[in-house]
Structures are given as C-alpha cells and as structure tokens.
C-alpha cells in the first residue's frame, strides 16, 4: 500500500510506520520535523497541517491508498486535513481515544456507548478537552463516508511511550531503595502495546477494513503487582515495593494518575478505567502480547537510547511523584505503620 502518515515520529505513530516499512509498504510522512527522527526508508514532508498551502503542496498531482492520522487533536484542524485529502485517498484511519466516549472513566465502555457532543470544526474553546477527539472523529467520518477506520485505544505502553507513564515507574524502581506503590498489589488493570494497535490497524487497512474499534488490553491482563513486580524484573535492581493504603496516599496530597501513574482509585468517577470492552477488535485481529514482554522491551528501549527522551507530560501536567515529596510520604507511612 502507499500510506500517508500525518504525524509517524512518536510513539503510536512511530510504531505504526516502522511497522508499515518492515511490511513492505510505501510511507510518506507528513509532519513539522519537530518531534522525532523519520524512519528510514520513508519520504519526509515538512509541514503543518494546520497550514492549507502546506495541504495543497503535499496533495497536488498525489494519491495514497490510504491516511494514517496519528496526531489529531482539534477538530478543526482535522476537518482541515480531511477536506485537502477527500480526493486523494481512498480510506482514512484515525487514531482517537477512549476520551471520545462521555461515560469513560466511571464506566467500562464498548463501541455502543455515547460519544461527546462536539462539532466536526469545534475548536478547542468551544468544549472541555476531552470531548474534542470526539469533534475529530465526526470530521473524519463526515470527509470519508464508509472509508473511515477509527480506532479508539485505551492506556498504551511499550518502547518509545512519551507521556511517561510506565517509563516513570520503570525510572524510578531502577534507582532501587524503596519505592512507594498505590493500594493493592491486586487492582486489575488493562494495557496494551502501541506495536500490538500498529499490527490490528495495518492488518485492518489491508483488508480494506472500516468501522470504529475500541482497542485495548483484555480486561484483566495484568495487575499493578504484576506490572510493578515485571518492572523490578526487567530492571534487575532489588528494589522493595512498599504497598500504602490509597486513601493515605490522597490524604498526603498524592494525585492519582499524574503522580502516580497508572493509579485509577477505587472511586466512582474511575472506576471504569479498567474494564473497556475490546470484544470487537479481538473478534476482529487484535493480538495483545504478555505485559511482562512490554515491560522488558520498554526498559531496553530506555537503557539502549533508541527513542527521544521527553518532559513526562499529562496534557501540561508533570507525569511522576518528586523524589522529596516520594521520600516524605513514605516516611509518613513508616511511621503510621510503626
């Protein structure tokens, strides 16, 4: 296939390319040059897609088989993109989110579940942020009739992961000591490899596939002792984890999520993040490897240097918890414990 990457140089988009490239596939990436390195072997095309000239240059005289978008985030902008490539291919995958979905986090939400009321040119003023990848969806769906995959994932890892999140908890048991770890070692939780979304997408598009899929782990694939104790393995460094109470935690200024990444508390508002239903794209391909693998590979990634190295950021918020503020908690907890 001729595939035209909007974005291609970060994490998802990164493993979707070079995935495209190991198969075979004629890549064009379209990007500002700004965020990564391109692949080798793909044709680079400097460019803003916010930029209509910049759209009218890359399309002119062109056609691909088909549009990978992978850094969609206003829906105007991607209306924009859409309309400049209508004619010029044949089907457009979007790379959305499970934020498109009104009910998620507090419920465990499937393809049937209501989206966020958002317009296909809404700008960013015009609603909260997380309704807006569902504003960009209806801009693809609206600009591709019948040729629009959208795949909606839910919490990725694996090599390459630029908001930080396992990359932080791998970081910080590899300095060993003691490390603080959130609730129970029990919580179920359900992540999947942007290199296992890259092959479902890639397989889908071969086969000419459309539709709308939620692509995630299998509910349960993993557990935060699991996923913390795998970090300890891949690391090699004898590191304790020291379990504390949730609400300790909360009660010692500690925000779910940002501070501790991947900590969804036992609350009503979050009490979906974990249970997504991904029937449909497992009926449809979707292979998920052990988390385990992805913890190994992610920490070799780290420790080889292959991938950029970036400010951990949720939106603008510092993904991780302080070495000082860490020490203090813990502390506390010793002593509560004592």
């Known amino acids: 296939m001729k595939i035209l990457f ?12 070079d995935e495209a490239l190991r198969r075979g596939h004629e890549v064009t990436l379209f990007n500002r040059g700004q965020a990564g390195p391109t692949p080798s072997g793909a044709e680079a095309v400097q460019g803003d897609r916010g930029n209509e000239a910049a759209l009218r240059a890359l399309v002119e005289g062109r056609t691909w088989d088909c549009v990978i978008d992978t850094c969609g985030f206003e829906p105007q902008i991607v209306q924009r993109s859409v309309r400049a490539l209508a004619g010029h291919a044949e089907m457009y995958a979007f790379v959305s989110s499970f934020h498109a979905y009104s ?10 579940f209501p989206r966020h009321a958002c317009a296909p040119d809404a700008s960013p003023d015009d609603v909260v942020y997380n309704a807006l990848k569902a504003g960009c969806e209806r801009a693809v769906e609206e600009g591709f ?3 629009a995959l959208i ?3 839910g919490i990725i890892v694996g090599p390459g ?8 908890w791998l970081e910080t048991i590899a300095r060993g000591g003691r490390v603080l770890a959130p ?23 071969a086969e000419g596939g459309t539709g709308r899929y939620l692509t995630t782990g299998v509910r349960g694939n993993t557990t935060m002792g699991e996923l913390l104790g795998a970090c300890v393995d891949a690391t090699g460094v004898d590191t304790e984890l020291v379990w504390a109470d949730e609400q300790f935690l909360q009660d010692h200024g500690v925000a779910p999520w940002t501070e501790v990444p991947l900590w969804a508390p036992d609350i009503p508002e979050v009490v979906g993040t974990w249970t997504a239903s991904s029937a449909k794209a497992l009926a449809a391909g979707l ?6 693998d992805t913890v190994a590979d992610t920490w070799r990634a780290l420790s ?3 991938y950029p190295r970036p400010k951990y950021l949720q939106g603008r918020i510092p993904v991780g918890l302080d070495k000082d503020k860490h020490d203090a908690v813990l502390a506390a907890w010793d002593a509560r414990r004592s």
Not at 161 to 168: A, C, K, T
Not at 183 to 205: K, N, T
């Open 161 to 168: 992961e630029n908001v930080g999140r396992l990359p932080w």
């Open 103 to 112: 009910d998620w986090p507090a419920k465990g939400v499937d393809e049937s």
């Open 145 to 147: 009739p019948e040729r």
């Open 6 to 17: 909007i974005g291609g140089t970060v994490f998802l988009g990164r493993a979707l390319a």
């Open 151 to 153: 795949v909606n994932p």
């Open 287 to 292: 292979r998920c490897r052990p988390v385990a």
């Open 183 to 205: 609730g129970s070692p029990d919580r179920a939780m359900q992540l999947i490899d942007a290199r296992d979304i890259a092959d479902f997408m890639l397989d889908r598009l």
């Open 304 to 306: 080889e240097g292959g």
